[in-house]
């Protein structure tokens, strides 16, 4: 057993690192701030071939493996999670699918949009309705002629006001549940596309959350995803790989948190001493740390077993429901050592804090997490 | 035509610098980090490579764990690698390592469209000796603290940066030039760049391989080839906390001439 990185994956720690501290940490207040979707370093990310590496080189991706995409988004996430979001949706949630389940043409087409091409994707299941129960989806499409006409409106989009390509889940046929879902590659400059309201959130300000609405939307026939039917088996899979990006982001988050508050409370001298010195503050930290390498390990684990294309789904509902509680927890202690500074905008920690709640929440929550690893219990 | 860019391993400096009980550096527990003005080198090579399409080497002169340093540059885009390594070659100073690295570039080869890059100067010794001596070893003009480079066929034109000013020279290539950090921003490793680095050739020049090059001989390498002698090392004494004066009136200048008078300085 090795629990080495390999040297690849070590190159890529050490290229994301560079351009998190150079180009992600000045600006990942600003971006809170004035919840300005960071459009520039994404460019940059795109020229690097980090948003969609995991696609392979044929359609103009590097041919990474899952665990070089979870070390990225982890990178980013230690300085702005709002980033780490852009990245995890735009490879887990929408390259992914197409790679996966696209036809030679759809990949052909979509692929190289996606990695060179520089145009965003994002990911549409949620709606007011259809949380959790993803299988209660209302929104329609129907087959009229060589198109699909659909109707709806999808919620929570993450990319949702920058993304140019959807993968949206509709109910082709409503008698038969979660066999009536069927998943579909939608253009945002397709008729009858259009973007509603953008979502105020507590945290993650700089990832551009909005509602997508189809009004009798054409989408050409050929632009099924997948067999029809077979919609809600390719969201669950698609979501297996997701959170094995939101368990890099929670762990990101939690990584950050810790060198902050590290950082600050040798220097924080109270009573005479730093307040690093203290038992209290030390114990605190060996139960970040502990958390942080046991989220890494299971993070790292189920990347790895994706990439060994073997079923991964207990173990990244595993690593997604640790990491992004653990993020809560080590946000909120980091916190608590600021003392006031740390409620302050002076200090990130507050931001951090706001922006590890969503990891405990979006791509399935903490609740639903341990349904789907109770569920692979064979209880 | 082809460029071939001289880097090193140096300490990082921002992280702890260990130093033995004799004074010097104990590099073993110390973080690495290519040399920043290197850098700057590597990255105007490779703005040259994508404007001309020719081939970038990387050339480093160090113990084995210095391929690592060659593997980011070629992640970065260069072409292929050389790691000059041998225990004859350890204890050089900068005279014998020009030496060392003049020989190994002569093996790579320096045709009429070549240009040999370097940094202006290693942050560990700071002598900015080793480009100059390669050009001269090598017979090669030279141009020193490259602030803009400019190659139009066999010419290249280089802005230097001296400390009150800018001086324009023209040369013809074969050339060899020294880079700053105002050359340029180096780029980020990239992803295609990662998964093939390890793919792309590095080639190891031990002893054996450049013992009979002319510039090769036991007297002009290693710690025997090396005229500079180190008499002493130490880490001089922490001068004391500094005061600073703020204002801009005549009260903050007379407090500052009379603090100064009061310490025999004025």
Known sequence: ?379 | MKIIVCIKQVPDTSGKVAVNPDGTLNRASMQTITNPDDMNAVEAALKLKDETGCEVIVVTMGPPPAAGMLREAMAMGADRAVLVSAREFGGSDTYATSQILAAAISTIGVEEDDIVMCGRQAIDGDTAQVGPQIAEKLHLPQITYAADIAKEGKTVTVKRMLEDGYMTIKTQTPCLLTCIKELNAPRYMNMNGILSTYSKPLDVYDYEKLKDHPLIDATTIGLKGSPTNIFKSFTPPQKGVGMMLEGDGKETCEKLAGILADKHII
């Open chain 1, 1 to 379: 057993m090795d629990f080495n990185l390999s040297r690849e994956h070590l190159l890529v720690r050490k290229m994301m690192a560079e351009f998190t501290e150079n180009e992600v940490k000045p600006i990942a207040a600003e971006t809170d701030e004035k919840s300005e979707y960071p459009r520039e370093n994404i460019e940059k990310l795109f020229d690097l071939g980090v948003m969609g590496m995991c696609v392979p080189k044929e359609y103009g991706g590097a041919g990474a493996d899952p665990l070089a995409s979870a070390i990225a988004i982890e990178e980013l996430s230690k300085q702005c999670a709002s980033t780490g979001d852009i990245l995890a949706t735009h490879n887990g949630l929408c390259c992914d699918p197409i790679l996966t389940h696209g036809t030679p043409e759809q990949k052909a087409k979509y692929l190289p949009m996606l990695t060179t091409g520089h145009k965003v994707g994002a990911f549409a299941l949620t709606e007011p309705n259809a949380g959790s129960d993803a299988s209660k989806g209302q929104t329609e499409a129907k087959l009229e002629g060589d198109h699909w006409v659909m109707n709806g409106s999808k919620i929570f989009i993450t990319n949702g006001y920058v993304a140019d390509v959807f993968v949206v889940f509709a109910m082709t046929d409503k008698t038969k549940g979660t066999k009536g879902i069927s998943a579909f590659i939608v253009e945002k400059d397709f008729p009858g596309f259009s973007v509603g309201k953008h979502e105020v959130k507590m945290g993650l300000h700089g990832s551009p959350t909005a509602e997508i609405v189809f009004t009798d939307c054409i989408i050409p026939k050929e632009n099924l995803l997948g067999r029809e039917g077979k919609g809600f088996s390719i969201a669950m899979q698609t979501l297996d790989g997701g959170r094995i990006g939101i368990a890099a982001q929670g762990l990101g988050i939690a990584e950050g948190a810790l060198e902050e508050a590290k950082n600050y409370t040798k220097g924080r001298v109270q009573f005479g001493k730093p307040i690093s010195k203290f038992q209290n503050t030390q114990f605190t930290f060996a139960d970040m740390e502990l958390g942080c390498e046991a989220g890494r390990l299971l993070t790292y684990q189920a990347a790895w077993l994706k990439g060994q294309g073997v079923r991964y789904t207990k173990e990244a509902a595993m690593a997604k429901l640790f990491t992004s509680e653990h993020a809560m927890k080590t946000t909120t202690k980091a916190l608590q050592m600021f003392g006031g500074y740390g409620y302050t905008k002076d200090y990130p920690m507050e931001r951090m804090m706001r922006d590890a709640k969503i990891t405990e929440i979006y791509e399935g929550t903490s609740e639903v997490q341990r349904i789907v690893i109770s569920a692979n219990m064979g209880l």
